[in-house]
């Protein structure tokens, strides 16, 4: 059974915005914190308390690890030639203590390949029902099969865009939003859903059927 107070944070490897997620941390309580290999680096800095700690840890300096081993954090490692990459592993690692959510922090910037790799991740979580999200300064990147609500006043940022994370999304219908839609079919290439916004104080999407990659964006 999912803990609904059980919300999990994982700092992963790639760019980190050091004073977003410091502001982001003290507003969220989380249950756990898992840093994934060079997001140990990023943790240590600002002095994030870690539940676990995995990687191949080919970016961590071993004084760091050091450190962490005497406080008795318990440290998986991996070799650097494996099959999955450490944000995979943090994420089953993370779906292994039933959160109620998981929000991934450092799962974007200048590599696109391992960007795209970790939208693809949120399928794992979906697939249990777990609420998971890719965060950065800008985005807030998560999917979705089912009907769902938005507050205008809690949105992460003033825009929101859709896309097909398959072929197509049929039934798509949007009420609330500056261009509402009524029952359409979203193909693959269709640039329809993207830079909405909310003008009532909630916002409906539903969807007959389909996943949807949703990005709550800001300038």
Not at 130 to 148: G, P
Not at 192 to 199: M, Q, R, T, Y
């Amino acid at each position: 059974m999912t803990n609904k107070m059980n919300k999990t944070l994982i700092i992963t490897g790639g760019y980190i915005d050091e004073n977003f997620l410091k502001e982001w941390f003290t507003k969220e309580n989380y249950r756990m914190i898992i840093a994934a290999d060079r997001g140990l680096m990023v943790a240590d800095r600002l002095n994030l308390p870690l539940d676990f700690i995995v990687g191949d840890f080919d970016s961590v300096s071993k004084e760091i690890l050091q450190k962490y081993e005497k406080l008795s954090t318990p440290i998986q490692t991996f070799p650097r030639e494996k099959d999955k990459t450490d944000t995979q592993i943090a994420i089953e690692l993370a779906l292994m203590h039933n959160p109620s959510s998981i929000d991934i922090i450092g799962a974007t910037g200048s590599r696109m390949d391992h960007i795209l790799a970790n939208l693809h991740l949120l399928l794992l979580p979906l697939q249990l029902n777990v609420d998971a999200s890719i965060i950065d300064a800008h985005n807030k990147i998560y999917l979705k099969t089912k009907r769902f609500h938005i507050k205008k006043d809690t949105q992460f940022g003033q825009f929101l865009s859709l896309l097909p994370f398959h072929e197509k999304v049929t039934g798509l219908t949007m009420k609330g939003f500056k261009y509402p839609l009524d029952r359409v079919t979203l193909d693959f290439d269709s640039t329809l859903c993207i830079s909405n916004e909310i003008v009532e104080e909630e916002a409906m999407v539903d969807l007959v059927e389909g996943i949807l990659i949703v990005i709550e964006a800001r300038d």
